[in-house]
T-cell receptor
Framework: GESVGLHLPTLSVQEGDNSIINCAYSNSASDYFIWYKQESGKGPQFIIDIRSNMDKRQGQRVTVLLNKTVKHLSLQIAATQPGDSAVYFCADSTGGGNKLTFGTGTQLKVEL | GAVVSQHPSWVICKSGTSVKIECRSLDFQATTMFWYRQFPKQSLMLMATSNEGSKATYEQGVEKDKFLINHASLTLSTLTVTSAHPEDSSFYIC???????????FGEGSWLTVV
């Protein structure tokens, strides 16, 4: 079946460093990918999305890279701040924004 | 930005009772809403997809008679946990897809504790 998974359950970075969170997906038909940030006790917060016709998309301090050849997705956070500490989920769907399948999540810890 | 509101944010109920959770899109119309369940330290598990004016589509393993979903309008979907048991205690999250596009926004979640 289709699944989205993350390589690292926990990522610790120093404040100011860049963070890279990785995600592997298995459904070759997936054409829409989203990264969400979830703080403790709260709902997921949209960070950035990318469609399968793109390889890279940049936002404010964040960049998402998509490698369809190896079914790999990454989220890069520049100059990581303490407020970035949270669990990050990737999710994918087919048909552009329909049912999302979530990965297991990566806990990002920013050390001062 | 788009806002999805859930109510209540947290609720405690007795075993055997039913509890209703509301999900509202405050500033946009949502033809499709999704209901998720999340256990601590785990990912979101999709329970059902709710389409306005039609029956919800439940994921495999989710009891539709236990988790009643109603999507009566373009801005409101409700999840009713019937005959709740302690194992139903969880964090329930809804999301809504903007009718005019593909972006999906999430609510802040509702904590349910069944005692």
């Amino acid at each position: 079946g289709e699944s989205v998974g993350l390589h690292l359950p926990t990522l610790s970075v120093q404040e100011g460093d860049n963070s890279i969170i990785n995600c592997a997906y298995s459904n070759s038909a997936s054409d829409y990918f989203i990264w969400y940030k979830q703080e403790s006790g709260k709902g997921p917060q949209f960070i950035i999305d990318i469609r399968s016709n793109m390889d890279k998309r940049q936002g404010q301090r964040v960049t998402v890279l998509l490698n369809k050849t190896v079914k790999h997705l990454s989220l890069q956070i520049a100059a990581t701040q303490p407020g970035d500490s949270a669990v990050y989920f990737c999710a994918d769907s087919t048909g552009g924004g329909n049912k999302l399948t979530f990965g297991t999540g990566t806990q990002l810890k920013v050390e001062l | 930005g788009a806002v999805v509101s859930q109510h209540p944010s947290w609720v405690i109920c007795k075993s055997g009772t039913s509890v209703k959770i509301e999900c509202r899109s405050l500033d946009f119309q949502a033809t499709t809403m999704f209901w998720y369940r999340q256990f601590p330290k785990q990912s979101l598990m999709l329970m059902a997809t709710s389409n306005e004016g039609s029956k919800a589509t439940y994921e495999q393993g989710v009891e539709k008679d236990k988790f009643l979903i109603n999507h009566a309008s373009l801005t409101l979907s409700t999840l009713t946990v019937t005959s709740a048991h302690p194992e139903d205690s969880s964090f329930y999250i809804c999301s809504a897809r903007v009718a005019s596009g593909n972006t999906i926004y999430f609510g802040e979640g509702s904590w349910l504790t069944v005692v």
